[in-house]
């Protein structure tokens, strides 16, 4: 442990500090017991967690993005934020590596920032709940323009990264049904017209865009459709979801198709080829397994994220728990709850110079204190939060399992050795 740690950099550990700065306290009632060290120590979260970033104390967050920069000669990478309410939209950002610099302010002077994507180094698009698409410069930090408005909620933004500069686009998902595109060559224009693609009715919420397979899958209501990549043309159309629970995310992971639903705590996984529902992931029976009494609601899955290159899917839920899964064995790996309200966002960072993590975002923060007076070993912070996990969290659970396993045995063996001495 004490070596994957130095190799991780300058980040912070939030909270083995705080037990640390509660074990050398000077007043010895600020000292943790044994049993409380005991308790901290146990928990995978407590040596993943790397950073917590207040958003907002009342704005909601929607979405992450990151960019990677330069400043004085070194690596540094930018947190993006966007969120916002019915009268509002706002992107803040702030160096992830800096727990000095506290996020800084964009307003749009329109509605609520529901997506955003980074196109190039100095080009971020971000799309809002009336359905306006603004251009950003993240060097300068300053809005260069805005398109006329698409007249509908936007729900999603993403781009296809192509070899030719001039075939490269950005896809943004409408909640009318509609998929705009925009050529990425042009939008440093103002007056520049998207195409659309129909791929429902206007009822129809485009929710989720996956390039995958060099082929372009999109959800909309209840069905995800493909199409092709370069002419654009419907291909198949997978029937997923029904009238009531329509289909919120959804990711492409090897010949499986992984989705979630509205009001749904479950994710089911979808055997392409065959075009059936092959297995089906119960986050409520996972959840009130490790964690006792929890309603149903808690549960609902609202963000799915599956790791480009561990076999690990993080899943978000609406009461603040993540659960992560293999995607191979489909076990469950690690459940826990740093948010005390809905995870909204998930995505993983690598760069250059430092180890790759995870950001997630949610409504709250829970921080785990070594020590209480309250007897409370949890205190709920409201607002929207932003939280920085080290990727290795599944490796520190399965060490501390084997620890406590190994703890156990020698307990069992002590207890043994005393009853027969007696």
Excluded at 19 to 25: A, G
Excluded at 96 to 105: E, F, N, R, S, T
Excluded at 190 to 211: L, Y
Aim: hydrophobic share 35%.
């Amino acid at each position: 442990w004490y070596q994957r740690r130095a190799q991780r950099g300058p980040f912070h550990w939030p909270d083995m500090q705080d037990l640390i700065d509660h074990c050398i306290s000077m007043k010895p009632d600020d000292r943790p017991t044994a049993q409380q060290i005991h308790e901290r120590l146990i928990q995978a979260d407590s040596y993943s967690l790397r950073r917590h970033i207040e958003f907002s104390d009342t704005l909601a967050l929607e979405c992450l993005e990151t960019r990677i920069g330069f400043q004085n000669g070194k690596e540094v990478i930018e947190l993006w934020v966007g969120g916002g309410d019915s009268k509002k939209g706002i992107l803040s950002w702030t160096l992830i590596g800096d727990k000095h610099l506290a996020m800084q302010a964009i307003m749009l002077g329109d509605k609520k920032v529901t997506c955003m994507t980074m196109v190039s180094e100095n080009i971020l698009i971000a799309g809002t709940q009336s359905g306006g698409i603004w251009v950003v410069n993240p060097t300068d930090k300053c809005i260069t323009h805005g398109f006329t408005s698409l007249g509908a909620d936007l729900l999603h933004i993403a781009q296809i990264h192509s070899g030719t500069p001039n075939k490269a686009l950005v896809y943004v998902a409408m909640s009318n049904g509609k998929v705009a595109i925009y050529p990425t060559a042009m939008l440093d224009e103002e007056d520049v017209q998207p195409s659309f693609i129909e791929c429902g009715g206007a009822t129809d919420a485009v929710t989720h865009i996956q390039i995958k397979r060099d082929k372009i899958w999109i959800a909309c209501g209840k069905f995800i459709s493909v199409y092709n990549y370069e002419s654009l043309e419907l291909e198949i159309q997978y029937e997923v979801g029904t009238s009531k629970k329509t289909i919120i995310g959804f990711s492409v992971n090897g010949p499986n198709l992984w989705v979630i639903k509205h009001w749904s705590s479950n994710i089911e996984i979808w055997d392409i080829q065959k075009e059936e529902c092959k297995h089906i992931i119960r986050c409520f029976d996972i959840i009130s397994s490790r964690s006792g009494s929890v309603k149903p609601g808690d549960c609902y899955v609202k963000c799915l994220f599956i790791h480009p290159s561990k076999p690990v899917a993080w899943v978000g839920c609406r009461g603040g728990h993540i659960v992560l899964i293999d995607t191979t064995s489909r076990l469950v790996l690690e459940v826990f709850r740093r948010s005390t309200g809905v995870v909204r966002h998930i995505r993983s960072v690598a760069s250059n110079t430092q180890f790759p993590f995870i950001l997630t975002g949610g409504i709250g923060f829970i921080s785990r204190p070594s020590h209480s007076t309250t007897g409370s070993s949890l205190i709920a912070t409201k607002g929207s939060h932003v939280l920085m996990w080290d990727e290795d969290i599944v490796k520190y659970s399965k060490d501390l399992r084997d620890i406590q396993r190994r703890r156990n045995e020698r307990m069992t063996s002590a207890q043994y050795s005393l009853n027969q001495f007696m």
